[in-house]
């Protein structure tokens, strides 16, 4: 379940910018899905990130 998904940490391969549109947002390979990667706030390439909700095809993050 996407459930199992919160608390998952990684590093950021791709610079999110919080106003990109979804479709544009970058994407994480895990788990056999590539996953949208969104969050409320801009992080930079780099930073390490923990999942903090999961949608359908989309994963919340926020810098760890």
Do not use: C
Not at 4 to 18: K, M, R, S, Y
Not at 21 to 29: F, G, L
């Amino acid at each position: 379940p996407s459930t199992d998904l919160v608390g998952h940490t990684f590093v950021l391969p791709e610079d999110i910018i919080a106003a990109t549109p979804m479709q544009n947002k970058p994407t994480y390979h895990f788990s056999g899905i590539d996953w949208r990667l969104t969050s409320q706030s801009d992080i930079v390439k780099g930073t390490v990130v923990e999942v903090t909700q999961a949608d359908v095809g989309v994963l919340w993050v926020n810098s760890k």
